[in-house]
Every structure is written in structure tokens, then in C-alpha cells.
């Protein structure tokens, strides 16, 4: 029998003891939450418990009071703001609940946005945008604006935009909150799907119990600390 001596992989996503208030409310106490790459997690917790805030820590959108956020075995919340929003155009895709396509740009424009911002060729972005409209089974409509598509059919635009950089991580804040069942039951096999096909990670908000299911591990967020719900433990 040989023994494998090679250390196991580090966590790819680390938010170690994390603090966060708005003015004197506070949003997270001492959060603490590890996700190794390729894997798809679901933060649930009841409303106001601090999911949000902690996503956007954990994407480097908001720095925290306290703690650190460590990403691919580097300090995430110590990178200045220049250096935080590349590696969200870089490394990180987004997908919300709405809100998030630009209305007076056409499907294709939107998905190819993040490529030409990154300054890819005009007809390689679009190409790359195409190929992933496609993959989204949204053939056909990537000439129409926002507002002439449906909201599944929007929300999978924008998992097409969150994808066409290849990010390590996508971070979904209640990415199926607005649709019916049905269409959000699609939007999530989508996302679960091609994220895996992709070795992406995902780290998905949701009050969904559904969506929930989709991901490999649950973890709740509760007074603005993370738990485990099987051991209801706090991690950190
Ligand atoms: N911009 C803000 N200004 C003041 N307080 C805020 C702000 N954003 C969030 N909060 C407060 O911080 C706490 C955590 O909010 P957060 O949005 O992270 O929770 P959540 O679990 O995502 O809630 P929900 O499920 O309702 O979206 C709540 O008490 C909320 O009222």
C-alpha cells in the first residue's frame, strides 16, 4: 500500500473571524468560513443575519471592520481598492437578483461587456459571448435588449456574463429570488452545471431550500456568525 504524502489542497475562499457593521449596527460578528475550489455552497440564514454583507466581504466588495479574507493563499482585504476590483474583473463573476444587465445593451453586448472591458479583441469577445449564450440555451437572443427577455432568460444572461471570463468563483446572491419555480429550477441546473463543466467555484445566497440543494454543503448564517446546520456549531 503506498501512503499519499502530498498535503491536502488549502481552502481556495477564507473569511477568518469576520467583523462587519453598518454604523452601530452590526452585520457579522467573528464570521468564519472556508470553501475549497470547485466546490458549490449555499449560505442560507434567516433574513437580516448577515448573508449578504458576508458574500460581499468574502468578493472583496466591502473590507471588513475586523479579521482577515484570504483568496488563493493571499490577503484579499489588505489589496487596495484597484487592486480588489481587478481581481474582481479577473478571478470573480457575479450573478444577483436583478438589476445587474445593462438595459440599453443587447444580450450579447452585456455578456461580452467584462471581455472588451478586459480588452479582448471586438470579435473574439463577441464570439466567446455567443458560445456562451449558446451554452445557456439562449440561441437566437443575442440580439434583443434586457427588458424584450423574460427573467429566467435575463438571469441566464447574466450567468453567461458571470462565466465568460472563466472566474474561479461566482458568487450568486439569491440568483433565483425574482423567477418562478420552474425558471429558477433551470437557472440553477445552468449554474450548478456549467460551474462544474468549468471547475469553478460557486458560493450562492439563498433562502431557498431548492437552490440550497443544488450545492454540495449548506452553511447557515445566524446573528452574523456562520454555522454548520447538521452540527449546529459555529464555525470557525
Ligand atoms: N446599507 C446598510 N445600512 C445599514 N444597515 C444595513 C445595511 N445593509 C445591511 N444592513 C443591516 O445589516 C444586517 C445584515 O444585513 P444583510 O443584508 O447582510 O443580511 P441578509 O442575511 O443578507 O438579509 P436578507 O436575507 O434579508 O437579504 C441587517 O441587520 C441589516 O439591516
Redesign the pocket.
Known amino acids: 500500500m503506498t501512503i499519499d504524502a502530498r498535503p491536502a489542497p488549502g481552502p481556495l475562499l477564507e473569511a477568518r473571524s469576520v467583523s462587519r457593521?453598518?454604523?452601530r449596527?452590526?452585520?457579522?460578528r467573528e464570521a468564519s468560513l472556508s470553501v475549497t475550489a470547485g466546490e458549490i455552497l449555499a449560505i442560507m440564514?434567516?433574513?437580516?443575519?448577515?448573508?449578504?454583507?458576508?458574500?460581499?466581504c468574502l468578493a472583496g466588495i466591502f473590507t471588513p471592520d475586523a479579521g482577515e479574507v484570504w483568496f488563493d493563499g493571499g490577503r484579499l482585504d489588505t489589496l487596495s481598492d484597484a487592486g480588489r476590483s481587478r481581481l474582481r474583473r479577473t478571478a470573480f463573476g457575479f450573478v444577483f437578483q436583478f438589476g445587474q444587465l445593462v438595459p440599453e445593451l443587447t444580450a450579447a453586448d452585456n455578456v461580452a461587456l467584462p471581455l472588451l472591458l478586459g480588452r479582448t479583441g471586438r470579435r473574439q469577445a463577441y464570439q466567446r459571448a455567443r458560445g456562451w449564450l449558446d451554452r445557456l440555451e439562449l440561441d437566437g437572443l443575442g440580439g434583443r435588449r434586457t427588458g424584450e427577455l423574460s427573467g429566467g432568460q435575463a438571469q441566464r444572461v447574466a450567468i453567461a456574463r458571470a462565466l465568460v471570463t472563466r472566474p474561479k468563483v461566482i458568487f450568486a446572491?439569491?440568483p433565483t429570488g425574482a423567477l418562478d419555480s420552474l425558471a429558477g429550477e433551470k437557472v440553477m441546473d445552468l449554474l450548478v452545471g456549467l460551474a462544474r463543466q468549468e471547475g469553478a467555484t460557486v458560493i450562492v445566497?439563498t433562502?431557498d431550500s431548492r437552490v440550497a440543494a443544488c450545492a454540495d454543503r449548506e452553511v447557515i448564517?445566524r446573528d452574523?456568525k456562520v454555522t454548520d446546520p447538521y452540527a449546529g456549531e459555529v464555525l470557525r
Open positions: 457593521s453598518y454604523g449596527t452590526p452585520a457579522l440564514g434567516p433574513s437580516g443575519s448577515g448573508k449578504s454583507t458576508l458574500l460581499h446572491d439569491e445566497v433562502h448564517v452574523g
